[in-house]
């Protein structure tokens, strides 16, 4: 369950778009995406929870988007319109246990995987 494999990082100008993927090993129950620019602390994005609901954190609203494929297991962030200050390591986390319902879903603690992280940088 715990294997998570990061995708889609890149290199684009301010109002370009990237797509991550996150591929687990099963089937997706709760996960999440986080960022981390240097020197600051490692923020939630957005993240999907038991039931498929999806949320974001407000500066993601209306710019990313969530989906995922149940047969690859894999969760997809769309981002659209990038701006500089999106320019950070994505890494995205998962739980398929009690954590998913103890936690809030912009904690850290809710999540026992993590994967190895995807970096995007967006110039002016």
């Known amino acids: 369950q715990g294997h998570l494999v990061e995708s889609g990082g890149g290199s684009v100008q301010a109002g370009g778009s990237l797509r991550l993927s996150c591929a687990a090993t099963s089937r997706i129950y709760c996960m999440g995406w986080f960022r981390q620019a240097p020197g600051k602390e490692r923020e939630w994005v957005a993240s999907i929870n038991p039931g498929g609901t999806t949320s974001y954190r407000d500066s993601a609203k209306g710019r990313f988007t969530l989906s995922q494929d149940n047969a690859k297991h894999t969760l997809y962030l769309q981002m659209n319109s990038l701006k500089p200050e999106d320019t950070a390591m994505y890494f995205c986390?998962?739980?398929?246990?009690?954590?998913?319902?103890?936690?809030?879903?912009?904690?850290?603690?809710?999540?026992?995987?993590w994967g190895q992280g995807t970096q995007v940088t967006v110039s002016s």
């Open positions: 986390a998962a739980d398929w246990g009690w954590k998913c319902g103890s936690y809030n879903e912009y904690d850290v603690r809710r999540y026992s995987y």
